[in-house]
């Protein structure tokens, strides 16, 4: 009878031990980031029973998988200096720098995009429109110089009420690497100052064809651009799951309408 206590005791405390080590992951794991210290986005695994799919670009989708992520614990940092607010909205770093002080939201969204164009010679694809609806095309060719200087323009007249007015809509269940949650504030009644944009790094699906993504952003001030961390499940994190019946999405702490997503 003492030696079933005695294992009765010892199995609890090990059952207690082994959910409070998981407690603790999930509470110290979700406020570091990169906290497997994966080197892109692409090495980030996808969910149980899901495989990567590239959409209609496959290079576009490599491209994006291929953004190389600063080391583990890595802060966000403003442009300006400093570690940015709420940390923890942070999965992973993009090591990639930024601009200007203007590179926000829906810019980062956009300089994404010119960078693949530009790694792959596309410069005539270059172009975006300013809040005006003028078009604003890339004539620099091969130069980087040139072409941080057109992006650093671009920021300056384009926003996320230019954004959401030039991109396509894309229907939820056809979500491809590349698109864009993107609203204007013009959009949202009350005292909502400011739009949002963020863009879909890497869409996963499942043989029953449900979908998975990853997000990246920026946001105002200037900073660094990161992969989103998904608070709705952990584990899971920083993939969230396709709910394609939904009104809306709650994307970390914004909200989507089913119209809002885009593509270029």
Same mark, same amino acid.
Not at 66 to 79: F, H, I, N, W
Not at 175 to 198: I, L
């Given at each position: 009878?003492?030696? +079933?206590?005695?294992?009765?005791?010892?199995?609890?405390?090990?059952?207690?031990?082994?959910?409070?080590?998981?407690?603790?992951?999930?509470?110290? $794991?979700?406020?570091?980031?990169?906290?497997?210290?994966?080197?892109?986005?692409?090495?980030? &695994? *996808?969910?149980?029973?899901?495989?990567?799919?590239?959409?209609?670009?496959?290079?576009?989708?490599?491209?994006?998988?291929?953004?190389?992520?600063?080391? =583990?614990?890595?802060?966000?940092?403003?442009?300006?200096? $400093?570690?940015? =607010?709420?940390?923890?909205?942070?999965?992973?770093?993009?090591?990639?720098?930024?601009?200007?002080?203007?590179?926000?939201?829906?810019?980062?969204?956009?300089?994404?995009?010119? *960078?693949?164009?530009?790694?792959?010679?596309?410069?005539?694809? +270059?172009? /975006?429109?300013?809040?005006?609806?003028?078009?604003?095309?890339?004539?620099?060719?091969?130069?980087?110089?040139? /072409?941080?200087?057109?992006?650093?323009?671009?920021?300056?007249?384009?926003?996320?009420?230019?954004?959401?007015?030039?991109?396509?809509? =894309?229907?939820?269940?056809?979500?491809?690497?590349?698109?864009? /949650?993107?609203?204007?504030?013009?959009?949202?009644? $009350?005292?909502?100052?400011?739009?949002?944009?963020?863009?879909?790094?890497?869409?996963?699906?499942?043989?029953? $064809?449900?979908?998975?993504?990853?997000?990246?952003?920026?946001?105002? &001030?200037?900073?660094?651009?990161?992969?989103?961390?998904?608070?709705?499940?952990?584990?899971?994190? &920083?993939?969230?799951?396709?709910? *394609?019946?939904?009104?809306?999405?709650?994307?970390?702490?914004?909200?989507?309408?089913?119209?809002?997503?885009?593509?270029?």
């Amino acid at each position: 009878m003492k030696k +079933i206590l005695k294992w009765t005791i010892v199995g609890a405390l090990l059952a207690v031990i082994a959910v409070g080590g998981f407690g603790l992951w999930i509470l110290f $794991g979700s406020k570091t980031s990169n906290p497997h210290n994966y080197k892109t986005i692409g090495d980030i &695994p *996808e969910p149980w029973g899901y495989e990567r799919i590239s959409g209609d670009d496959a290079g576009y989708a490599k491209f994006l998988r291929s953004l190389p992520l600063k080391v =583990r614990g890595s802060k966000v940092q403003l442009y300006t200096g $400093g570690d940015s =607010r709420l940390q923890s909205l942070c999965y992973a770093v993009v090591d990639l720098p930024l601009l200007s002080n203007a590179e926000q939201c829906a810019d980062v969204c956009m300089r994404l995009r010119a *960078e693949y164009l530009y790694s792959t010679g596309q410069y005539r694809r +270059i172009r /975006f429109q300013d809040v005006n609806g003028k078009t604003m095309h890339y004539g620099g060719g091969a130069s980087r110089k040139a /072409f941080e200087r057109y992006l650093r323009n671009v920021y300056g007249v384009a926003s996320t009420f230019s954004l959401s007015r030039e991109l396509e809509q =894309r229907r939820l269940k056809d979500m491809q690497p590349g698109d864009v /949650f993107v609203y204007a504030a013009a959009d949202r009644p $009350g005292n909502h100052k400011y739009g949002h944009a963020v863009m879909v790094v890497d869409v996963a699906q499942d043989k029953h $064809g449900r979908k998975a993504f990853l997000l990246a952003e920026g946001n105002t &001030p200037a900073r660094d651009i990161h992969v989103m961390r998904n608070f709705t499940n952990p584990i899971r994190s &920083p993939w969230f799951m396709l709910d *394609e019946d939904a009104d809306d999405l709650q994307l970390a702490v914004f909200h989507y309408k089913t119209s809002e997503l885009r593509h270029f």
